[in-house]
C-alpha cells in the first residue's frame, strides 16, 4: 500500500464539481506548491491533486483559500484508455493522478 504526503500551499482558490454520469459524483482539482527542502537552493514544485466525494466536499469547505497551508494524504493511480475524437481515434492514452485520501489544515 502506497501513501504519500505533501505539505504546501494552495494555488489558488477551486471550485466544488459534480461529475459522472448523473452529475452525482463531488470533484475538486487544486493545485499545491511545495517547496524541496533538501535543495541547496530555494526550488518550488508545482503539483496538482483531485478529491472526490466526501473529501472534495470537505477541502471545498475548510480549506479553499488561496496560500493556506495544507497537509495533502494521497496515492498515485494511473489509468489507460482509448481515445474517440476524429482525429486521434482507437491511441491508447495513460494518465496519472494524485488522489487525496485525506488532508489537513495548518493554518487557524
Known amino acids: 500500500m502506497q501513501t ?39 526550488q518550488t514544485d508545482f503539483i496538482y491533486y483531485v478529491a472526490f466525494g466526501k473529501t472534495a466536499e470537505m477541502l471545498s469547505q475548510y480549506a479553499n483559500q488561496k496560500g493556506m497551508p495544507i497537509e495533502l494524504h494521497f496515492n498515485i493511480q494511473s489509468s489507460h484508455y482509448q481515445t474517440t475524437d476524429q482525429t486521434t481515434d482507437g491511441q491508447s492514452k495513460y494518465q496519472t493522478a494524485n488522489v ?9
Do not use: C
Open 4 to 42: 504519500n504526503i505533501h505539505v504546501g500551499r494552495l494555488l489558488k482558490e477551486f471550485e466544488l464539481q459534480t461529475v459522472g454520469e448523473h452529475k452525482d459524483i463531488k470533484m475538486v482539482r487544486l493545485g499545491l506548491a511545495v517547496k524541496r527542502y533538501l535543495s541547496q537552493k530555494s
Open 100 to 108: 487525496i485520501t485525506s488532508f489537513m489544515p495548518w493554518a487557524t
